[in-house]
């Protein structure tokens, strides 16, 4: 995660002013919402029992959710640094197809964004790997 897109999810340079984009931090009850404030989320439409997988619905700040989409590319990449929500992406996109891998990197740029907002509301430190320090205890 770069400064720049951490700095665009805040406030969006816009000409001579600023436009917020996220803004306020208490502006989402819950951290999820962001996602589809941003257009990360797959449209709806169903119909009797049929629930077609659709493209997302691209609502709101195109070059926030362009810089998350960059972003995620990067966490998913060869180059990208060992985290659960690398591990995570490329579990979902699998050996399957491209259009797995598509996916898979919008949904870790929604889940990147819906980390941010969390982690900018609770001023948590980020911890990349924090599942794999937690000792699991059968009852």
Known sequence: MGALTALSYILRP????ASAVIGDKRRFA????VGAYLGLVPRQQQSGERSPELHITRA???????????GAHYIMG?????????RWGLKMAGEGSTARKKRAIVAVAR????LLHRLWTTAAVYEPL???GRVVVAA
């Open 14 to 17: 816009c000409g001579e002013r």
């Open 30 to 33: 819950r951290s999820r919402q």
């Open 60 to 70: 709101g700040d195109a070059a926030l959710r362009r810089l998350l989409v960059q």
């Open 78 to 86: 060869p180059f990208g640094p060992d985290t659960q929500l690398r």
């Open 111 to 114: 889940k990147l964004a819906v």
């Open 130 to 132: 924090h599942e794999e």
